[in-house]
């Protein structure tokens, strides 16, 4: 089995353009350290505090969920290594919280990949970094060509690190030894790939670019729960009469409350699918209700009589949902030429220019500029259009200051002097 203890760089091996060695990729198998104990006791849990307070350097950190499994976005098991304190798998099940685990690691930075996919099931454990360096975000910046925690590991240490269990149930008890094999592996890597990916933003001129947009993730709000968060059912968009929208609602709604009392994902009690069919049978009777589309698993068959009394509730209701919500974006682009000619032209010039800034700096455009962001400026440009306007409405719009640095100049310049439009055929 290979460890990254055993893993040596080859010095001779020829440089990329991009600063990566390129050298064959050797397996990753097991920790250094071999595969720990998973926490589960308050004496185990003091423990990993006072050895992570010990520890010196920066931590990497992992959370694992059971999405599709189990209700909501929880955290089932931590992963948590820092130099001179090794490597930590904690079950949060077992705890009302990890402060104390966040206390250990006060002022130290944390290393995540992808950082916002678990920063926010990390914060209802009590668990919130005071500094932060997401590995992910890193690559995209640096212009690599895959960004997954596997592609990055392969292109700055030369392992290959397996990833079959990232969709694996973490809910299960007592986890089996080689899920917890791969979770110590996912953080065993994380502070060689900070340091690989610091050294080459550094050397592309754009380290301050990533410690700006880490620190934003870091201090923007949690996000809250979604407004009508029903209407994102997939499949609603068929949906053209409000008393089978108010259906789809009713029958989701029953769905979310049963699934949280149960512990258990939506999906595996009712598919979206069979709530959109539905809503358009309106079936009177379980008899009915089973013949529609959608409704032959289990779940939908036992409990049947209460999506019937959900379809029921909706077609009894006199106030029903409009069949549209107010929306401040402006339309799809494919229309501006027509309503509003002159921020299609706006859009087009400064898309293609911001565009063209981004592939000089080798980065993604939407990393460079969000296009929501440039849509909504297009539609509706501040008056007048100066630099200064130009500036504070990207900075409103929550654009970093180094993107602003960067875009203010480009679009000031397009939204002033627009290229026409190109000739219909």
């Not at 969709?167 to 089996?176: F, G, Q």
């Not at 107010?326 to 682009?333: D, G, H, I, L």
């Not at 455009?365 to 409405?393: C, G, M, V, Y």
Request: charged residues 30%; contains cysteine.
């Amino acid at each position: 089995m290979t460890s990254t203890s055993d893993f040596k760089y080859d010095d001779a091996a020829p440089e990329s353009a991009d600063g990566s060695v390129e050298r064959t990729l050797v397996d990753l198998t097991e920790p250094r350290d071999g595969v720990p104990f998973v926490i589960d006791t308050q004496r185990g849990l003091d423990r990993a505090a006072e050895a992570l307070a010990a520890g010196t350097g920066p931590a990497g950190v992992d959370a694992e969920r059971a999405s599709g499994f189990r209700y909501g976005q929880r955290a089932f098991l931590v992963q948590i290594r820092r130099e001179g304190a090794g490597t930590w798998l904690i079950d949060p099940e077992a705890f009302s919280g990890l402060e104390i685990i966040n206390e250990s690691l006060s002022g130290v930075e944390w290393i995540l990949h992808a950082a916002m996919q678990d920063l926010p099931c990390l914060a209802e454990q009590g668990m919130r970094p005071d500094a932060l360096f997401d590995t992910e975000l890193a690559a995209r910046l640096a212009g690599l060509p895959k960004v997954g925690l596997a592609a990055v590991v392969e292109h700055f240490l030369g392992l290959r690190l397996a990833k079959e269990h990232s969709a694996a149930d973490w809910s299960k008890r007592p986890l089996p030894e080689p899920w917890l094999r791969y979770a110590a592996l996912d953080v065993e890597v994380l502070d060689e790939l900070r340091d690989g990916l610091t050294e080459l933003l550094d050397q592309q001129g754009k380290l301050d670019f990533a410690l700006e947009e880490f620190e934003a993730i870091r201090t923007s709000p949690l996000p809250g729960p979604r407004e009508d968060p029903w209407r994102r059912t997939s499949g609603i968009h068929s949906i053209r009469d409000r008393r089978q929208l108010a259906t789809v609602r009713a029958l989701w709604e029953e769905r979310e409350n049963l699934a949280q009392r149960r512990d258990t994902a939506p999906g595996k009690l009712l598919p979206d699918a069979a709530i959109v069919a539905a809503a358009k049978a309106m079936p009177s009777s379980v008899p009915e209700l089973l013949k529609t589309h959608g409704f032959a698993g289990r779940a939908a068959k036992t409990e049947a009589p209460r999506w019937v009394t959900a379809i029921q509730s909706a077609k009894k209701l006199r106030s029903l949902p409009p069949l549209t919500v107010p929306n401040t974006a402006p339309p799809p682009p494919r229309f501006w030429a027509d309503r509003n000619p002159e921020a299609a032209r706006r859009l087009n010039t400064a898309r293609a220019r911001v565009g063209l800034a981004a592939e000089k700096l080798n980065m993604p455009t939407e990393n460079l500029l969000q296009p929501d962001t440039l849509r909504r400026l297009a539609w509706t440009p501040p008056e007048p259009i100066t630099p200064e306007s130009i500036e504070a409405a990207l900075r409103e719009r929550g654009a970093r200051e180094w993107q602003i640095r960067v875009t203010s100049p480009i679009i000031t310049v397009a939204f002033l002097d627009p290229e026409p439009l190109p000739e219909k055929d």
